[in-house]
């Protein structure tokens, strides 16, 4: 069946079909071709330029694949870094994301089998750091990490800026210690000098204008008479 020719009906109609994203089932990584349904496709492996394609792959196929895992690997870290820098994004959400773009290499072209198994690969590379999603999607979150001298320098001058502000902290921390112990022995000695002052006898002291304390000790008075007329002396007694 011939193509519809360019600004027929037709012509946009398929067009608005392969729009949107296909079966990867039904895509051919090798010849980049995408068919929209499995009659489409097994029409495609049939054809003579994708046997001639089939090969050419087919003298030495796991060098194919290698440059398609490398390709993959590569466009899906340049994506995560531009789009979400080392944020932290769902797997699955952001897989979906990469594959918006219809020229991007196929997983099925690649040496993983599924997502999951690259996904550890470039926790264990170091690439990516991987945890666990919490939340209601599930999977993983990924989130890249940034190895280059830039990224190191700033990393480091973080640390050291983190490190001088923990150390000011720390000797503001310890003066106003030292300035609150200090200040609780001023108050304790001030407290005790206080009760010493109330305890010290004081001595008299006369002011200017007063008049002189005198004290009149008489020892030369008169015993009174007793009654009668008779003194203190005992009467004497009488025998018989």
């Not at 994004?89 to 198994?117: C, G």
Request: aromatic residues 8%.
């Amino acid at each position: 069946m011939p193509r519809a020719e360019i600004g027929t009906p037709k012509y946009i109609a398929n067009k608005m079909k392969a729009k949107g994203l296909q079966r990867l089932r039904w895509y051919c990584q090798v010849c980049e071709k995408q068919c929209r349904d499995e009659n489409g496709f097994k029409c495609h492996t049939q054809s003579e330029s994708h046997v001639r394609q089939m090969l050419i792959i087919g003298e030495n196929p796991k060098k194919k694949v290698d440059e398609y895992s490398e390709q993959f690997k590569h466009d899906f870290i340049s994506l995560l870094k531009s789009s979400h820098g080392e944020k932290k994004v769902n797997y699955n959400k952001f897989y979906q994301e990469y594959i918006a773009d219809r020229s991007h290499i196929h997983m099925n072209a690649t040496k993983w089998v599924t997502l999951t198994e690259f996904v550890k690969f470039l926790s264990d590379q170091g690439i990516c750091k991987v945890e666990d999603d919490p939340g209601k999607d599930g999977g993983f979150m990924i989130a890249y990490v940034d190895n280059s001298p830039e990224a190191l320098r700033r990393r480091q001058l973080a640390q050291k800026r983190e490190r001088t502000e923990f150390d000011d902290a720390e000797r503001d921390k310890k003066l106003l210690e030292s300035q609150i112990k200090k200040a609780k022995i001023e108050i304790s000695d001030k407290k005790k000098g206080q009760d010493q002052e109330q305890v010290k006898p004081k001595e008299l002291e006369r002011k200017d204008g007063e008049e002189k304390v005198k004290l009149s000790l008489n020892f030369s008075a008169k015993r009174k008479p007793m009654v009668g007329g008779s003194t203190n002396r005992p009467k004497p007694i009488k025998l018989k």
